[in-house]
């Protein structure tokens, strides 16, 4: 079990802590902190803040991911999916959605917009080589294995 150091920021009151729906939930949902309704329009993105911040340790990264329904039911997600919080980030956690839909949607303070899931991240060194081994897919990639 990581502990992760968790600060509520100004303009977070009444909102909850990231928290798990569910008992094994993957993800912590991620309630929108913005003061007043904020209307997406077909096509548009925005930055909506989280009203926390987080101190991790650096085996660990959080990752930002859309909530299913929200893409499902009005095209939302986000845009730069999954977004990557770093763990020397000290600053508010925001989520970056766009609209994929084709009405416009109201984001009202305190809805779950997002989930943040905590990942392990390999501390990885990289050693550079003239030459790699060679392995069966080399350099196909994009479909080569067929569609
Ligand atoms: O969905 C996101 C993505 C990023 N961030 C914050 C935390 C992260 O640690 C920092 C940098 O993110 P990223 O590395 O993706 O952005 P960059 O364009 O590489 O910015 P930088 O040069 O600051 O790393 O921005 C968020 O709050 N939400
Ligand atoms: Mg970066």
């Known amino acids: 079990m990581f502990q992760v150091q968790i600060k509520r920021l100004p303009g977070s009151n009444g909102l909850d802590l990231p928290r798990k729906m569910s008992q094994a939930?993957?993800?912590f949902?991620?309630?929108?902190?913005?003061?007043?309704?904020?209307t997406l329009a077909p096509g548009q993105r925005i930055l909506i803040p989280t009203g926390f911040a987080l101190a991790m340790p650096i085996e660990l990264e959080a990752q930002i991911r859309p909530r299913s329904g929200l893409a499902y039911k009005h095209g939302i997600t986000c845009l730069n999916s999954p977004g990557?919080?770093?763990?020397d980030y000290r600053g508010e956690v925001k989520v970056l959605l766009?609209?994929?839909g084709q009405e416009p949607f109201v984001i009202n303070r305190g809805e779950r917009i997002a989930q943040m899931?905590?990942?392990?991240?390999?501390?990885?060194?990289?050693?550079?080589?003239?030459?790699l081994?060679?392995?069966?897919?080399?350099?196909?990639g994009f479909g080569h294995t067929g569609v």
Request: aromatic share 2%; charged share 25%.
């Open 84 to 87: 990557t919080i770093d763990a």
């Open 117 to 131: 899931v905590f990942q392990t991240v390999p501390q990885v060194q990289l050693e550079e080589r003239e030459e």
């Open 25 to 27: 939930a993957s993800g």
């Open 98 to 100: 766009i609209n994929l």
């Open 29 to 38: 949902d991620l309630q929108a902190a913005v003061e007043e309704p904020v």
């Open 133 to 140: 081994s060679d392995t069966v897919r080399g350099s196909g």
